[in-house]
């Protein structure tokens, strides 16, 4: 059968070239090496799973038979990769123990069953191999693996959004802007792996029907979109903070030892601190520092905040920040000031932050409250 080469088959063979190309710009960067080495690995992978829908696509399997397959098993490295990828953002790797091998097991079990079946077959056989393909159809054991692989993709990408929702929360219990460090992005591209781990799905339920469908090739496609936005935001990716730690199971505060007026007592000498010293307007203050000014332990601090107020230590800060930029916006002395200016002056460190927390705490816009509130003397 001759090679053709489509429109889609060239998507394919870009793609899979730019997740190499990526992969090496990745190695050799300095900041994030840890990170960027599962980035790296995940974007390899990509490639060689576009580069083994290039081979079907371009039609030379026959000509090629020891290609076939070659790199069929390596999506199930994909989660797994994805996974230690966001773990390694956060600051918490995962070492190379029993359980991280526990997640190589669909990847090793599929070379290992067609190790001898199919790899180490002579080419003659692979090309009859494919021959019998076309004819009769999949076998029962090959498209067991491939449902596996959605399933697979599917969970992971579930686990992942869990673990980067909590990430987002616990991060909101120890910074005051967290504009620069929420992982957001990790989130949207996780959201559309799932997407195409979704259209995965589809593809597998209407080949149930035994009918063709027009969105197959979506699925390399899709993928090929993904190299160039993970390995262009990945690659964007500034030097990571320190780690974020992980809440332990349990209830949050069992072990604490806090009574009630002991907290009343933290809360009093706190409100005292925001209000006459006003240590918000520092934009980089986390929960540690402001429990420094005020002598006690950062756990102490946050069971206060949570428990008796009520809020987590980000929506805290930003409170009094929204406070003193209302208070700002009707002096007017002040008048003078930008937008921009009275959010930087009250602790935020960009604009963004700074109108969705006004919003939240107003339900207006910071240009909306300045023009109706008058200004005093």
Known sequence: M???????????????????????????????????????????????????????????????????GLFAGAIFLVGPLHYLYARSLTGNSVSLSKPLLF?????????????????LKS??????????????????????FNWLTVLQGI?????????????????????SNIDRINLNWLK????????????????KITELSGRQTPIDDLIPVSIAL??????????????????????????KYERSGLTDERAQAILERLTRLMEEEKPYTDSTMKLSSLARMISVTPNHLSQVLN????????????????????????????????LLAIAY?????????FYTAFRKHTGMTPAQYRKEQPATS
Request: glycine content about 6%.
């Open 2 to 68: 001759e090679s053709t080469i489509s429109v889609i088959n060239v998507i394919f063979l870009l793609g899979a070239a730019q997740g190499v190309f990526l992969a090496v710009l990745l190695l050799n960067r300095q900041n994030n090496k840890k990170s960027n080495k599962y980035l790296a690995a995940l974007l390899l992978v990509y490639s060689m799973f576009i580069t083994e829908s290039s081979i079907w696509g371009l039609k030379i399997a026959a000509q090629f038979p020891h290609l076939v």
């Open 103 to 119: 997640h190589l097991i669909p990847f090793a079990g599929f070379y290992l069953y067609y190790l001898f079946p199919f790899y």
């Open 123 to 144: 080419g003659e056989f692979k090309i009859e191999y494919i021959r019998r393909l076309a004819i009769e159809g999949q076998p029962l054991s090959l498209i067991l």
């Open 155 to 175: 969970v992971y990408m579930t686990i992942i959004l869990v673990y980067l929702k909590r990430y987002a929360h616990r991060l909101k219990d120890l910074f």
């Open 188 to 203: 949207y591209i996780t959201i559309m792996t799932l997407a195409v781990w979704t259209l995965g799905f589809l593809v």
């Open 226 to 251: 993904l190299v160039y936005t993970m390995g262009y935001l990945g690659f964007r990716q500034p030097e990571l903070f320190s780690a974020v730690p992980e809440e332990k199971g349990g209830k």
């Open 307 to 338: 428990d008796t107020l009520q809020q987590n230590f980000f929506d805290y800060v930003n409170y009094y920040r929204v406070e003193e930029a209302k208070r700002m916006f009707t002096d007017s002395t002040q008048q003078h000031f930008t």
């Open 345 to 353: 002056e009250v602790g935020f460190n960009s604009k963004s932050a």
